[in-house]
């Protein structure tokens, strides 16, 4: 058997079912909004039919979890146009390729001539600028909690064998300041939250307090699976039908209190928290990472020079509204019909953990109109 499986069986599932049913009929006609943050829960609760299941009642909205889709268009053209650089090799996860900056992508850039590689970790771009030391490698540093601290092992590393062609454009987001960001805007209502497991791991759950001590909105850290999923939901809603507003943790088997102290010290000792702008939020503070100024000479944009226009938005594209939860994707006039995943026109229908994609990929856009 494998270790996941229980995790999907019906035994378990089925009393979980039963008990969000009698959860969601005890707050009826209460309307009840639940925002999964993370991009994997996005597609998760669609994957593995938990969506289906919902009480007509209980709302799912998808937040600012998708570290791609996060990513505003200021970065994204700092990333072409590095790319675009003579002796430089730009090297990134997959998932950034085809997302669309102001006015090209990287593929397209690649596509032109530049050097674009896709990694599958942050120390292959190292083993690359080892490897040719004419060539400057930048390494696309993007994602959450989850992702930085490879990116921060790698640092220390270049820096361990004096790499003199190496560095990291970062563009790593926290997400505790972008929860509070949202909450803070009032821009949509939330009855509570499910916690984003991956990041979790990392930072724990103490970080999440806040939710509770300042805004009295419940919350759930989840995992993944089945089981996991429905956890969070009757979790949430256990808290919201007796007015609770604490942080419950039900991922314990990965998440703990203090999280990952080993992970945690890492990131400490390379980075330092700034102020990051986000798609559709804007300039959140501390909310960012950067490079501690002993490892600056690592940071991409302090080594080269870039004089780019200010970035500019599709008109009519609402990813930035979707990342805070005010619309579904197939609000969006462009879902389905000029946006699709063969033609994507924002982030959130790029990513595999886009809320967009997963809307589309899942059945939602045969509901369209045309």
């Avoid at 050097?115 to 540093?141: I, K, N, Q």
Wanted: glycine letters at 8%; a negative charge.
């Amino acid at each position: 058997m494998h270790l996941t499986e229980p995790f999907g069986d019906r035994a378990l599932t089925q009393p979980l079912v039963e008990r969000m049913m009698s959860l969601a009929e005890r707050l009826s006609p209460r309307q009840v909004r639940l925002m999964e943050v993370c991009g994997s829960h996005t597609m998760s609760f669609f994957r593995t039919g938990v969506r289906s299941l919902l009480p007509d009642n209980v709302t799912l909205l998808s937040g600012p979890g998708c570290p791609v889709c996060v990513t505003p268009n200021r970065e994204l053209d700092q990333m072409i146009a590095l790319a675009s650089l003579p002796n430089v090799t730009v090297a990134t996860f997959g998932d950034m390729l085809r997302v669309p900056g102001s006015r090209s992508s990287l593929v397209q850039a690649r596509t032109s001539g530049a050097d674009v590689r896709v990694v599958y970790s942050p120390m292959d771009a190292l083993t690359f600028a080892e490897a040719d030391p004419s060539r400057e490698v930048v390494f696309l540093g993007v994602g959450f909690e989850t992702t930085a601290p490879t990116v921060a092992a790698t640092v220390l590393e270049a820096a361990r064998r004096d790499l003199r062609n190496f560095s990291v454009l970062v563009a790593h987001k926290l997400v505790p300041p972008a929860l509070r960001a949202l909450l803070t805007s009032g821009e949509v209502r939330i009855d509570a939250f499910i916690l984003p497991g991956h990041v979790s791991t990392i930072i724990g759950a103490q970080p999440y307090a806040f939710l509770e001590s300042e805004f009295g909105i419940p919350s759930v850290i989840a995992g993944f699976l089945p089981t996991d999923l429905l956890e969070g939901v009757v979790g949430c809603l256990e808290l919201v039908a007796y007015d609770q507003a604490e942080v419950r943790n039900r991922y314990a088997r990965f998440v703990r209190e203090r999280g990952n102290v080993a992970a945690k010290s890492v990131l400490e000792e390379t980075f330092e928290p700034c102020d990051a702008e986000w798609r559709g939020f804007g300039v959140i503070p501390e909310s960012g990472l950067r490079l501690r100024p002993h490892l600056r000479r690592f940071d991409a944009l302090e080594r080269f020079t870039l004089d780019l226009p200010e970035p500019r938005e599709v008109h009519g594209c609402l990813c930035g509204e979707v990342l805070k939860g005010m619309v579904s994707p197939d609000e969006c006039k462009l879902f389905g019909t000029a946006c699709s995943p063969e033609n994507p026109i924002g982030p959130c229908m790029v990513s595999s953990e886009g809320a967009c994609a997963a809307h589309y990929k899942y059945g939602a856009h045969r509901a369209v109109k045309v």
